[in-house]
Protein backbone atom coordinates (compact mmCIF):
# COMPACT_ATOMS: atom_id res chain seq x y z
CA UNK A 1 0.00 0.00 0.00
CA UNK A 2 1.18 3.28 -0.96
CA UNK A 3 2.20 5.66 1.99
CA UNK A 4 3.28 9.45 2.29
CA UNK A 5 6.55 10.62 3.28
CA UNK A 6 7.37 13.70 4.94
CA UNK A 7 10.85 15.99 5.44
CA UNK A 8 11.00 19.38 6.98
CA UNK A 9 14.38 21.85 7.05
CA UNK A 10 15.05 25.71 8.16
CA UNK A 11 17.00 26.83 5.71
CA UNK A 12 18.95 30.30 6.34
CA UNK A 13 18.76 31.90 2.87
CA UNK A 14 16.57 34.55 0.81
CA UNK A 15 13.33 32.78 0.39
CA UNK A 16 13.80 33.76 -3.44
CA UNK A 17 17.18 31.99 -4.09
CA UNK A 18 15.74 28.71 -2.41
CA UNK A 19 12.93 28.62 -4.66
CA UNK A 20 15.44 29.65 -7.68
CA UNK A 21 17.35 26.43 -6.64
CA UNK A 22 14.09 24.51 -6.81
CA UNK A 23 13.18 25.69 -10.84
CA UNK A 24 16.29 26.22 -11.71
CA UNK A 25 17.97 22.66 -13.93
CA UNK A 26 21.29 23.74 -13.07
CA UNK A 27 20.73 24.11 -9.38
CA UNK A 28 18.37 21.17 -9.35
CA UNK A 29 21.67 18.84 -9.97
CA UNK A 30 24.00 20.55 -7.89
CA UNK A 31 22.07 19.03 -4.74
CA UNK A 32 19.14 16.86 -5.39
CA UNK A 33 20.86 14.05 -5.61
CA UNK A 34 21.61 12.41 -2.19
CA UNK A 35 24.93 11.50 -1.11
CA UNK A 36 26.20 8.62 -3.02
CA UNK A 37 24.28 9.34 -6.01
CA UNK A 38 24.89 12.25 -8.96
CA UNK A 39 22.32 13.03 -11.43
CA UNK A 40 22.18 13.88 -14.85
CA UNK A 41 19.03 14.99 -17.70
CA UNK A 42 17.79 13.42 -20.25
CA UNK A 43 15.85 16.23 -20.99
CA UNK A 44 14.28 19.35 -18.82
CA UNK A 45 11.84 21.30 -19.01
CA UNK A 46 11.13 23.20 -15.31
CA UNK A 47 7.85 25.03 -16.29
CA UNK A 48 4.45 24.36 -15.09
CA UNK A 49 3.02 21.60 -17.54
CA UNK A 50 6.56 20.83 -18.44
CA UNK A 51 8.87 17.18 -17.66
CA UNK A 52 12.27 15.74 -17.45
CA UNK A 53 13.77 12.79 -17.30
CA UNK A 54 16.37 12.72 -14.39
CA UNK A 55 18.55 9.52 -13.92
CA UNK A 56 20.60 9.22 -10.78
CA UNK A 57 23.70 7.00 -10.64
CA UNK A 58 25.39 5.36 -7.88
CA UNK A 59 28.86 6.16 -6.53
CA UNK A 60 29.08 2.72 -5.62
CA UNK A 61 25.88 0.42 -6.00
CA UNK A 62 27.50 -2.86 -4.74
CA UNK A 63 25.43 -2.25 -1.14
CA UNK A 64 22.00 -0.19 -2.98
CA UNK A 65 21.52 -2.05 -6.17
CA UNK A 66 19.35 0.51 -8.76
CA UNK A 67 15.82 0.60 -9.37
CA UNK A 68 16.09 0.89 -13.24
CA UNK A 69 19.61 -0.68 -13.91
CA UNK A 70 22.41 -2.10 -11.39
CA UNK A 71 23.35 1.41 -10.48
CA UNK A 72 20.84 3.75 -11.37
CA UNK A 73 17.52 5.21 -10.91
CA UNK A 74 15.61 6.98 -13.78
CA UNK A 75 12.08 8.61 -12.84
CA UNK A 76 10.04 10.68 -15.25
CA UNK A 77 8.74 13.90 -13.67
CA UNK A 78 5.58 15.95 -14.38
CA UNK A 79 5.26 19.45 -13.34
CA UNK A 80 1.95 19.41 -12.59
CA UNK A 81 1.86 23.36 -10.44
CA UNK A 82 3.93 25.99 -9.66
CA UNK A 83 3.28 28.68 -7.21
CA UNK A 84 6.21 31.05 -7.89
CA UNK A 85 8.03 31.72 -4.53
CA UNK A 86 6.13 29.22 -2.85
CA UNK A 87 5.12 25.52 -4.13
CA UNK A 88 6.65 23.01 -7.00
CA UNK A 89 4.54 19.80 -7.09
CA UNK A 90 5.91 16.95 -9.32
CA UNK A 91 4.38 13.29 -10.19
CA UNK A 92 7.02 10.95 -10.53
CA UNK A 93 6.89 7.57 -11.90
CA UNK A 94 10.01 5.30 -11.54
CA UNK A 95 11.55 3.65 -14.61
CA UNK A 96 11.48 0.29 -12.86
CA UNK A 97 10.24 -3.43 -14.02
CA UNK A 98 9.82 -4.10 -10.13
CA UNK A 99 6.03 -3.59 -9.36
CA UNK A 100 7.02 -2.92 -6.26
CA UNK A 101 8.09 0.50 -7.61
CA UNK A 102 5.65 1.37 -10.08
CA UNK A 103 2.81 3.92 -9.56
CA UNK A 104 2.65 7.36 -9.27
CA UNK A 105 3.88 9.65 -6.48
CA UNK A 106 3.22 12.77 -6.06
CA UNK A 107 5.90 15.22 -4.55
CA UNK A 108 5.19 18.64 -3.16
CA UNK A 109 8.08 20.99 -2.44
CA UNK A 110 6.50 24.22 -0.19
CA UNK A 111 8.62 27.17 0.65
CA UNK A 112 7.34 29.20 4.03
CA UNK A 113 9.28 32.54 4.84
CA UNK A 114 10.59 32.54 7.96
CA UNK A 115 13.15 34.44 10.39
CA UNK A 116 16.35 34.35 8.27
CA UNK A 117 15.17 32.11 6.12
CA UNK A 118 13.10 29.87 4.71
CA UNK A 119 11.40 26.36 6.00
CA UNK A 120 11.45 23.97 2.99
CA UNK A 121 8.80 21.19 3.05
CA UNK A 122 8.55 17.93 1.67
CA UNK A 123 5.38 15.97 0.77
CA UNK A 124 5.52 12.95 -0.89
CA UNK A 125 2.38 11.16 -1.52
CA UNK A 126 1.50 7.07 -3.13
CA UNK A 127 5.23 6.44 -2.36
CA UNK A 128 5.42 2.66 -4.19
CA UNK A 129 6.12 -0.16 -1.28
CA UNK A 130 9.37 -1.01 -3.06
CA UNK A 131 10.79 2.32 -1.52
CA UNK A 132 11.57 1.38 1.91
CA UNK A 133 10.61 4.15 4.86
CA UNK A 134 13.99 4.65 6.19
CA UNK A 135 15.68 4.45 3.02
CA UNK A 136 13.53 7.41 1.46
CA UNK A 137 13.53 9.16 4.94
CA UNK A 138 17.30 9.45 4.64
CA UNK A 139 17.00 10.72 0.56
CA UNK A 140 14.84 13.61 1.54
CA UNK A 141 17.21 14.82 4.64
CA UNK A 142 20.23 14.38 2.37
CA UNK A 143 18.38 16.22 -0.37
CA UNK A 144 17.33 19.02 2.17
CA UNK A 145 20.88 19.11 3.51
CA UNK A 146 22.89 19.60 0.01
CA UNK A 147 20.08 21.87 -0.64
CA UNK A 148 21.05 24.13 2.77
CA UNK A 149 25.28 23.82 1.41
CA UNK A 150 24.33 24.82 -2.30
CA UNK A 151 22.61 27.80 -1.02
CA UNK A 152 25.71 28.32 1.79
CA UNK A 153 28.09 28.67 -1.40
CA UNK A 154 25.80 31.48 -3.05
Same mark, same amino acid.
Given at each position: ?47 ? @?????L????? *? ?23 ? @? ?8 ? *??? *????? @? ?10 ? *? ?11 V???V ?11 S?A ?9
Open positions: MARTDRASLLIHADPELLFEALTTPEALLAWLPPAGMHGRFEHVDLRE @GGSYRILSYE *DAAGAPGKTTDDSDASDVRIVRIVP @GRLVEQEIVF *DAE *DPAFQ @GTMRMTWTVDPA *DGGAEVQIEARGPDGLARDHAAGLTSLNLAAYLDRR
